[in-house]
């Protein structure tokens, strides 16, 4: 078994809806498609090791050892979704959690999956490429740990008209790379950012001109947009490119601020087809179905 730990409890919420939506999407759409695939660019190992720490004895809990458990990861989950995909692809790029995938495919000799050590933004644009897409439906998941998806990635995706995709954006990284000041972003987040949003526009974007003071001298430049401004923003540059993209959600959905926001772009223009994913992705998407509320205290 390969541990592979990551995320926290905004993970199972994010598996849990990304689960829901296949469910729903290989049911609508298994009677008019053949060829209904699933792709996870960043697949994992197909397992999830949530680690609960120990907890020594105070005056008020009893101490609690260590409990490690295995929970489905979203490679596993796509196998399990009934009606089945008819293709599953995972993509991955590190060696050991390709193995635990291959381990993981072999208990499915009846399916057909392939598994792809490489790097998510080249297989993905390969494949697109590669394939046709009019007699295909395709859901993606795009779940990296920080900011490895490429915009000419994501253009791809739109340009197939075929595909949903499921994107868990990095806020935290872009609220990292966008710093406050423009002058502090170097040349490695210049270059992340532009890789992130297909251009350099976010400058202008993100960092409206100063006012000059009395003297004429313009002052600095600064970010005015803050956590909801930046997720706004993200929204705006993918409007660009898919017919419809969903109001994301919060993640962790009680943490202020949010660490990620979980998006739905659906790249098929079709009225029909964006209908169907908005219905079941906004309701899927909604924070009130989510949102904790903790114990009444009396
Ligand atoms: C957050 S985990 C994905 C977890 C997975 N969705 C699950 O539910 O089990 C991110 C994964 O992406 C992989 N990864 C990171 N950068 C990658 C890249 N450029 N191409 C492909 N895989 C990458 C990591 O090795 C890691 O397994």
């Not at 060696?95 to 057909?112: G, M």
């Amino acid at each position: 078994m390969t541990n592979h730990e990551f995320g926290g409890q905004h993970t199972d919420l994010k598996l849990s809806i990304v689960e829901g939506y296949l469910k729903a999407f290989a049911q609508a759409l298994r009677p008019h498609f053949q060829h209904l695939w699933y792709i996870d660019a960043f697949a994992g190992t197909g397992s999830r090791t949530v680690r609960t720490e120990k907890r020594g004895s105070d005056l008020v809990e009893m101490p609690v050892e260590e409990v490690v458990e295995q929970r489905r990861g979203s490679a596993q989950i796509a196998l399990d979704v009934r009606p089945s995909f008819d293709f599953a692809i995972f993509i991955e790029k590190n060696r050991n959690y390709v193995s635990a995938l291959n381990d993981l495919a072999a208990r499915y000799p009846q399916r057909r999956i392939v598994i792809a050590e490489d790097d998510a933004n080249t297989a993905l644009k390969r494949l697109i490429e590669t394939n046709t897409w009019i007699d295909k439906r395709a859901v993606v998941f795009l779940d990296p740990y920080g900011m490895e998806v490429e915009w000419s990635t994501l253009a791809a995706l739109a340009k197939t008209e075929a595909i949903d995709v499921w994107f868990l954006f990095p806020l935290a990284g872009l609220f990292r790379q966008a710093t406050r000041k423009l002058t502090d972003i170097d040349g490695h987040k210049r270059a992340a950012l532009t890789r992130m949003f297909g251009s350099d526009d976010w400058e202008k974007e993100l960092y409206p001109p100063a006012e000059a003071d009395m003297f004429g001298t313009l002052g600095e430049r600064h970010r005015l947009a803050d956590v909801a401004g930046l997720e706004r923003f993200a929204k705006s540059r993918l409007e660009t490119i898919f017919p419809r993209v969903l109001k994301p959600l919060a993640l962790p959905i009680n943490e202020k601020p949010q660490r990620f926001s979980l998006f739905l772009c659906i790249s098929n223009p079709d009225g029909k087809a964006i209908g169907l994913a908005s219905r079941i992705g906004s309701h899927l998407l909604n924070p009130a179905r989510h949102i904790v509320v903790g114990p009444v205290v009396k």
